[in-house]
């Protein structure tokens, strides 16, 4: 295969898979804690119009990240004040969080830009700039690999190479600190945790409040690399796909890491195939960009139908803990 189609392939499946790691990163976090999120997706899709919202109206790329973190965080503590301080249902809620961030969004861009629901394009100064552009260069003169090392890996966002370091900072987090034992104690057997003296509620919290500041970065990314404004909807299932990302990887940062680069690898093939033509033995003529379009989202359900059997959730996913007294 030709070296700079497959540094193409690769970088444009880091490319795509930023937000998949990212959010799947806030789901493992905050399902790790015991707290089901199904609001991965409405949480990005928020974060994505509040960071397009201000940096158009601002032009500003620090206070546009500061508001999505901020909307990001305040959705996660609304989340745990709604299903860990007054144990309502978790998912009847990360379900109304994305219902109502499809809603909100749409009316709010109607109402402050007059633009159908979508925001003004953000100028360059607001998105993100590539790094390691001069490196890149210089791996290109390196015989035989050079050339789709330097398309495939230099040239990115600061987010591309972030999301990577975050799977490594989680994985750190979760199994060699006290902090990350309590936490995976707390979705497991919070009256244990308990018992030890530590607040289960406050662990619980503090995932909410890291699966919010993750999803912040997930849907900026959409607005700050992929696409210069936002769109009604432009995340168009990533939420969902984070989701069974992390259930295939079996609640695991590696493991889920490893899951969205296959979804981003798939997004990054239908986007090549789009105006390929068959083969004359399958019948010739372009393959239905439909069909191509919907590989991501047919691998979601062969993996969910196919492995959340067994697949392993933390023992206390989903249930409030009542502090006995």
Same mark, same amino acid.
């Given at each position: 295969?030709?070296?700079?189609? /497959?540094?193409?392939?690769?970088?444009? $499946?880091?490319?795509?898979?930023?937000?998949?790691?990212?959010?799947?990163?806030?789901?493992?976090?905050?399902?790790?804690?015991?707290?089901?999120?199904?609001? @991965?997706?409405?949480?990005?899709?928020? $974060?994505?119009?509040?960071?397009?919202?201000?940096?158009?109206?601002?032009?500003?790329? #620090?206070?546009?990240?500061?508001?999505?973190?901020?909307?990001?965080?305040?959705?996660?503590?609304?989340?745990?004040?709604?299903?860990?301080?007054?144990?309502?249902?978790?998912?009847?809620?990360?379900?109304?969080?994305?219902?109502?961030?499809?809603?909100?969004?749409?009316?709010?861009?109607?109402?402050?830009?007059?633009?159908?629901?979508? $925001?003004?394009?953000?100028?360059?100064?607001?998105?993100?700039?590539?790094?390691?552009?001069?490196?890149?260069?210089?791996?290109?003169?390196?015989?035989?690999?050079?050339?789709?090392?330097?398309?495939?890996?230099?040239?990115?966002?600061?987010?591309?190479?972030?999301?990577?370091?975050?799977?490594?900072?989680?994985?750190?987090?979760?199994?060699? $600190?006290?902090?990350?034992?309590?936490?995976?104690?707390?979705?497991?057997? #919070?009256?244990?945790?308990?018992?030890?003296?530590?607040?289960?509620?406050?662990?619980?919290?503090?995932?909410?409040?890291?699966?919010?500041?993750?999803?912040?970065?997930?849907?900026?990314?959409?607005?700050? /690399?992929?696409? #210069?404004?936002?769109?009604?909807?432009?995340?168009?299932?990533?939420?969902?796909?984070?989701?069974?990302?992390?259930?295939?990887?079996?609640?695991?940062?590696?493991?889920?890491?490893?899951?969205?680069?296959?979804?981003?690898? @798939?997004?990054?093939?239908?986007?090549?195939?789009?105006?390929?033509?068959?083969?004359?033995?399958?019948?010739?003529?372009?393959?239905?960009?439909?069909?191509?379009?919907?590989?991501?989202? /047919?691998?979601?359900?062969?993996?969910?139908?196919?492995?959340?059997?067994?697949?392993?959730?933390?023992?206390?996913?989903?249930?409030?803990?009542?502090?006995?007294?």
């Amino acid at each position: 295969m030709d070296e700079v189609l /497959v540094g193409t392939l690769v970088a444009s $499946t880091l490319r795509v898979s930023v937000p998949l790691i990212l959010c799947a990163l806030a789901g493992v976090l905050c399902e790790r804690a015991g707290v089901i999120d199904l609001g @991965l997706e409405g949480k990005m899709l928020s $974060t994505a119009f509040a960071a397009a919202a201000v940096g158009a109206v601002t032009q500003s790329l #620090p206070l546009a990240l500061a508001v999505a973190l901020a909307v990001g965080i305040a959705l996660s503590l609304l989340h745990g004040y709604a299903c860990v301080s007054h144990r309502g249902d978790q998912v009847v809620l990360g379900m109304a969080i994305t219902m109502t961030a499809a809603g909100l969004t749409v009316v709010l861009g109607i109402a402050w830009f007059q633009l159908g629901g979508q $925001t003004p394009p953000l100028p360059d100064a607001v998105r993100l700039d590539r790094w390691f552009v001069g490196a890149g260069e210089v791996v290109a003169g390196w015989p035989l690999v050079g050339r789709a090392l330097s398309i495939a890996f230099f040239g990115h966002t600061a987010l591309v190479y972030l999301s990577l370091v975050a799977v490594a900072a989680v994985w750190w987090l979760l199994y060699r $600190t006290r902090f990350g034992l309590r936490l995976r104690a707390a979705g497991e057997n #919070p009256a244990m945790v308990d018992a030890a003296g530590v607040s289960v509620l406050r662990l619980r919290y503090a995932a909410l409040m890291l699966n919010g500041g993750l999803c912040a970065l997930a849907g900026a990314s959409l607005v700050l /690399v992929q696409n #210069p404004s936002f769109i009604p909807n432009m995340t168009a299932g990533r939420g969902y796909m984070a989701l069974a990302a992390m259930i295939f990887g079996k609640w695991h940062p590696v493991g889920a890491l490893g899951a969205c680069l296959l979804f981003g690898f @798939l997004d990054a093939v239908s986007i090549r195939l789009q105006g390929v033509a068959l083969p004359p033995g399958l019948g010739g003529g372009e393959v239905p960009v439909q069909a191509i379009q919907a590989l991501p989202y /047919v691998l979601t359900v062969v993996l969910l139908a196919g492995f959340i059997g067994r697949s392993r959730a933390p023992a206390a996913l989903g249930r409030p803990y009542l502090k006995e007294r």
